[in-house]
């Protein structure tokens, strides 16, 4: 009987020794669970043996029980490596198997399909391409295509006005101008010239800085222009106008304008004096003369120069003699200060200036191009339905109190273009101005006499670079059925903008927050994974989505489950069915992204159980020398 005992001791050491080692062996394995081996003894008895004397009969290995403790969970350099903290177990699918796992090592394989070393799919809940997680579990995959862009359909814009802005008003101080006399020769040849006139203008700004110009008759209108537009808050504008009768014009006359000749043809398309004049009003008009437009003006051929330049004209008949030959002085129109600048003249009215006094003009007209015509202004890039970027600009003019209610006009321009509905009758564009009305508290009470706070940007054609149109989807105007809400899917260039989060408040303006739902074309930049296992995607436009989400399983007795290597398990009676969800959901755990689960064996201990197994081992191979040697003292017994 000791035989027995003792040799079941060694199979059962055997056994720790195996299980023992097994874990010592997985030390490193990612999601490995140790395993321990369970003991029970053995007691040889019948219906009517008694107990109190029995003596046993060695000891059987009743079970190998997994641990499944948790892990240390450490950090990868893998996007796509996940780690369960608490309960739960990945499910991995292929050729219709499914298997059980906490080794979070993934890629994704040639389909794009998330996998783990084996190739076995992970499953998960797909999201669409909204990015909406569905319901239904299936085999995680990736998509690597470039995310298509999206047109903006919606912009929201956040900002406050602020309610201290005044009124603007730009004050226009208008002069008219004399022109001045031109160097004189004297009556007789022998008489000394009359030097030109001059006259020197002192301009003095609201600063204190002050500049003084000389300027004298010999100077071309447009050399006077141009020095007086150099100072700011200066604008000056210079023309030359020269009548000419049809009596001068005529078939087969030579005319030269600024050293241009043009010949005028004898034929019978051009066989009088008003056709000469209309094929030369064409000729000068499609020439590189491009400073000079002619027009027919009474039968009177009118030629101007609009930059101001000395005009000079000769007309020579078919026969070669010289009708007339003039040059005529262009003159400056006006010169025109804002607020700022005062001007005086050295000649009082006998010089430059025609007035002592400027005519004043006020007006508070909107113009992007004039920063003193808006209290406000913001930016923001939109997108066609090609992905291509565009600026759109809002303008905030505050306007006269109107009913006990603040009013401010928003201005909207797209890449420096009007958007306006309805168009102009040519087609073109409007200025796109919507009146925002506040209460005494600062709060919106409508956009355009919408309460709702939104308005539809319904007549911009997106273009390119060049101005063209660049191929996009274009505006689909209120006339022809555009509307708020957008239709779903988009089948136009319009857009929404929702400007109920605006405020006029005393304080200075500020751009809360400003968003709009479009993007450009962007390519797969990386992937990142949320503590609930929602897998996203970034591309290198700025934009992520949702891909999908992985799926964690339960069971009722974790212990039940039967490993089938590779740290995977299946499915038994005695674990009951597995119960799906997402992680954090329930009794599930959460996900540590970038990380993996490491083996929970304790190595330390089991370098410790190494050593109690072997001495067990030796311990009942001594019982089994043991016994042979009585056995052999009573076999020698004579």
Known sequence: MAFNIGLSGLRASQVDLDVTGNNIANASTVGF??????????????????????????????????????????????????AIDGDGFFVLHKDGQVQYSRAGQFSIDKDGFVVNNQTMRVQGYPADSDGNISGVRGDLQISTDNLAPRRTTRFDSQLNLDSRQPVLEVIRQ????????????????????????????????????????TFDGDQSARDIAERLNELSGVTASARTTLNIDPADIGPGYRFTVQGTEFAIPDNAEVSTPA?????????????????INATNQGGQLR???????????????????????????????????????TVSSANGTD?????????????????????????HATSTIIYDSLGNPHTMTQYFVKEPVSGGDSVWAMYVQIDGEDVGDPPFTDGEPTRARFELEFGSDGSLISVGGDPSGRVLISNWTPRDSNGDPNGADGPLTIAS??????????????????????????SAFGVTDQRQNGYTTGRLSGLDVSGEGVIFARYSNGQ????????????????????VGDTNWVET??????????????????????????????????????????????????????????????INLR
């Open 303 to 341: 030629l101007i120069d609009s930059r101001g330049n000395d005009l000079a004209v000769r007309s020579v008949d078919d026969a070669g003699a010289e009708v007339f030959a003039v040059t005529e002085r262009g003159t400056v129109n006006e010169l025109v200060l804002d607020r700022t600048v």
């Open 275 to 291: 056709e000469a004049l209309n094929w030369l009003q064409d000729a000068i008009n499609d020439s590189p003369l491009n400073t």
């Open 351 to 375: 010089g430059l200036l025609a007035t002592a006094e400027p005519s004043i003009s006020r007006t508070n007209t909107f113009s992007p191009d004039d920063q003193r015509t808006y209290n």
């Open 33 to 82: 669970k140790g395993s321990k081996a369970q003991f029970g003894d053995l007691y040889s008895s019948g219906f009517l043996s008694s107990g109190q004397m029995a003596i046993g009969t060695g000891v059987k290995v009743q079970d190998i029980k997994q641990s499944f403790g948790q892990g240390s969970i450490s950090g990868t350099q893998n996007g796509l490596d996940m």
């Open 174 to 213: 208008s002069y008219q101008v004399n022109p001045l006399t031109p160097t004189m020769p004297g009556a007789d040849p022998a008489d000394p010239p009359t030097p030109a006139e001059t006259d020197t203008l002192s301009f003095t700004y609201a600063d204190g800085r002050s500049f003084q110009l």
């Open 544 to 563: 992520s989505q949702n891909l999908g989400q992985v799926a964690l399983a339960t069971f009722a007795n974790t212990d039940g489950l039967s490993p």
């Open 481 to 506: 059925g555009g509307t708020l809400p957008i239709a779903d899917p988009p089948v136009s260039s319009n857009f929404m903008i929702d400007m109920t989060a605006t405020t006029q408040y005393g």
């Open 573 to 634: 009676f005695e674990s009951g069915q597995p119960v799906f969800g997402a992680p954090g959901s329930g009794t599930l755990g959460a996900i540590s992204p970038s990380s993996v689960e490491e083996s929970n064996v304790d190595l330390s201990q089991e370098l410790v159980n190494l050593i109690i197994a072997q001495r067990n081992y030796q311990a009942n191979a001594k019982t089994i020398e043991t016994a042979d040697a009585v056995t052999q003292t009573i």
